[in-house]
Every structure is written in C-alpha cells, then in structure tokens.
C-alpha cells in the first residue's frame, strides 16, 4: 500500500535537497491515494500494457512526452479503445494529445493516426484526466498492438528562483511521477527525462534511477499496478526565452480582386524569471550571451512564400530593425524589438503583409471557394494563451463553414469596410494553449456569385455619375437676381 499510495517516492523527494524541500506535493499525495481508490471501478482489466517507454523533452519552455505503449487484450471480447490517465496537474497544462498506430518497419514505417477525446470526468479536482484512443481496428483477444503517443504542455515548467539578476543563469523545476499514470496494469516501464544542459541542481530518485548527459533514466519498473504514482521532481538549467503571446489576434481579409491581406496584433511576454534589479544596457551589450541569457535578444517570425508589403510597428510606429529573406517556398521575417524583454517584460507590437489571392483561395467544382491557411503561432516555440483568427470574407458570401483539425470554437459576425452595404460574414475561431504543433492547415469554404463584385465598382460609377449631373446642374443654373 505504501508503493501504490506512493509514499515511498514522496518520501525520497522530500529528502533530497533543499529544493524539494520548498516545494510541497500534497496534492500528488491526495491524488494517488485517490487513484488507488479507484482502481476497481476505473480500470480495465480487459487490457494490460506489456511495455511502456516515456521520452520527457525538457528542452525547450513547451514540455513534449513521447509514449510508446504495447497493448495486449486479455479479455474475451474485442477492445475498441485504449484510456490514458493524467494527473490534476498536467491536465490543467496540456495543449494537445496525439496518438497512432506504427505501420511498416524502417523507411517504410507510416503511422496511422488515431481520434483521440477527453471522457467523461467527476467534478473533483483531484480525479485524474481521462483520454480514449479509438483504435482504427478493433484488438482481438490474445493479440497485441502498439501505440505511439504525443504529449504536449504550456506552464509546466516553474522558475526557482522566481527572480533573477540580469547576468544569472534561469533555473525551473519540473515535477512528475516516475511510474507512468495509467488504468491498466503495467508489466514493465522505463521513464527518459532530457533537459537542455548538462547542469541538473537536483532530481529525486526511485530506484533504479541513473544520471546521464543531460538525461536522467527512470526504471525499468516492473509489474505495476494500476494508477501507480511515485512523485519526483527535477531541478535544471533552461536557459531559452520562454516566449509567451498572451493574446494574438489575426486578421486574414481576401480580395477577389487580387490579394489577401493579413494584420496580426500580438501581446507578446517573457514567462521566464522575472528580471531583478537595473538593467544596464552597457552590460547587456559588451558581455554578449553571459548577461541576459534567458532574454529575447530577437524574434524569427515564419511567414508564407511569395509574401510581400510586410510591414512591423508597434504602439510608437514602425520599427525599422528587422529583416525579411526568403524565396519561392519560404520567407522569414527576423525582428529586433526596441527593448530587450527580460522575465517579466512585455511587448505589444503588429506585424502585417499581403500575399497572393491564387495561392489561397480555390474554387471547388459546385462553384464554392475555400481558403487554405495556416492555423497558429507563425513565431518559432511560442506559446499561445489564447489566439483568435478572423477571416473576413467578400461581401456578398454565403454559407461560411469550418474544417479545423482540433477542437475550437468558433462563430459568424458581420464586419464594415468602405462602400460595404450589407457587411461582410466574418468567421471567427478561438483556441486556448495554442502550440507549434497546432500550426496545420485549416479551410474556410463559402459560395460566392461573381455578380456581387461588381457591386463596388457600380457603387463607385453612380457615385460620381450623381457628382457629375450635381456639377453640371449647378454651372447651368442661373442664381441672379432680377426685376419681377
């Protein structure tokens, strides 16, 4: 009971340095007695996993786990989806979950993704985070398969000390549990934590635990029992710019007379170590990487191919410091902000360009068109708290509709533009904890009539044909004043 309740890992944390030491784990506690609760009514014992592999890439301010799992159904009837299980605590944090099956062997393995959804879950807030797998081909009895899963996290990672100096290093923790949180009944195990440099300040251990280069091993651990937990806590050097975009808003408006033009305003936050102290500009500069090394020295934006008319400023006016390359298949926009952003600091700055209209909007054989974009963040390992895409459509569209990959909500308003009429339908998508595997291609398809283009042209035409008859009118009227 003291393993599966995971006093024994508890303990071995709470003992190890003065970190942990700080840091209080209650709540993993309440968690895996809970779970240990709840293993007769929520796991299923139908199916087992054979052998469990976890890869935790630290290395960066998003948190990435590759799961790769042995499944074996020994039960009597078929199984039709495989649950995952996580803590209170990384369900608050993840992003995105991605699953599928491995098809083929070397060069020509090919993996067949698979629909991953949340279930069903209590109101308490210490029960964990349920996920099913659908798989493609109900498992037989007796047989085996494996699945490949990703796991990816904002905020899990927490700076200690809070505050540093410009010229200290940034250094964060990150807790888990060494045993792999699961419902089913695990015969073996093995957990790999990679961070970005070889200085680990400390990391709790559960025997067999094995320090490498930047890397820590954890297991193997054999014949666990379901909703096993084993706390632990690893305290490391990460020293990259945890870039955080509180909100980004996009705005994509298509012309059918050419071109579509996309603004993008960003609130843009260095979630690192706060920033103690003065800063010295003086320092800043002749020191190079040793002082502010956890700072945004300059942001690379990834834009579309054959970009153009691409402009950047912020509340003051345009920023000249930036520079723009790229060719037929790529185009990176590199800016520099006015300031250096620390931890703590904030930006706010636009960034707009044009692209061209062929290479986004298509016609479909029924006459309906559709827009082809990217979805998400275009700066490199940013994360998004939350972003909101606008496509304002032609006026004079109808029909709007979405196919976006993932979950997200979205809606129908109306926005005015010059000699606009009626409006323009505006599709409108928001997502929380956007990350760079969310950046895949989304569609906006709507019906449009071609006579609606010339409703600003006539508008136009009338316009000056009534200043022209008013003109002549006047210059032909005879205002004197005469004798009756």
Known sequence: MEERCGFRGLGRALEFGPLTQRLALPSLLVVSCLLSILVSSASHPEIRIVNAERRIDLTSSIVRAYLTLKVENIGSSDAVEVILAFSSTQGKSISLIKASVPEGKRKKKAYIPLVVKPTASSDTTDEPYLFSISLNNPLKPGLTTVLEVLLVQTHALTPFPAEIGQSETQLVYYHDSAFILSPYHILEQTTFIKTPSKRIESYSREEPTSIGAAEIKYGPYE??????????????????????????????????????????????????????????????????????????????????????????????????????????????????????????????????????????????????????????CPMRETVVDHLTIKVVLPEGSKGPSV??????????????????????????????????????????????????????????????????????????????????
């Open 223 to 376: 014949d666990r029992v379901p909703y096993s937990v084993s706390p632990i806590i690893v305290h490391f050097e990460n020293n990259n710019p945890f870039a955080v975009v509180e909100e980004l808003t996009r705005i994509i408006e298509i012309s059918h007379w050419g071109s579509v033009q996309v603004t993008e305003h960003y609130r843009l936050n260095h979630g690192g170590a706060r920033h103690k102290g003065v800063f010295s500009r003086l320092e800043y500069q002749s020191r190079g990487p040793v002082s502010g090394g956890s700072s945004f020295r300059h942001l690379l934006v990834s834009l579309p191919p054959k970009v153009h008319s691409v402009y950047y400023r912020d509340a003051i006016g345009n920023i000249s410091s930036s520079h723009l390359r790229g060719d037929q298949l790529k185009s990176e926009l590199e800016i520099e902000p006015r300031y250096p952003l620390f931890g703590g600091w904030k930006a706010s700055f636009v960034i707009g360009y044009k692209l061209p209209l062929h290479d986004f909007l298509f016609e479909s054989p029924d006459g309906r068109r559709y827009l082809n974009f990217t979805f998400g």
């Open 403 to 484: 196919a976006v990959p993932f979950d997200v909500k979205q809606r129908i308003e109306t926005t005015f533009s010059y000699l606009d009429v009626g409006g323009r339908p505006t599709v409108v998508l928001e997502k929380e904890r956007v990350v760079p595997e969310h950046s895949v291609f989304f569609q906006v398809e709507y019906g449009f009539s071609p006579i609606s283009m010339l409703a600003e042209p006539l508008m136009l035409v009338s316009a000056f044909f009534l200043v022209f008859v008013s003109w002549a009118v006047y210059l032909h009227a005879d205002f004197s004043i005469r004798k009756s």
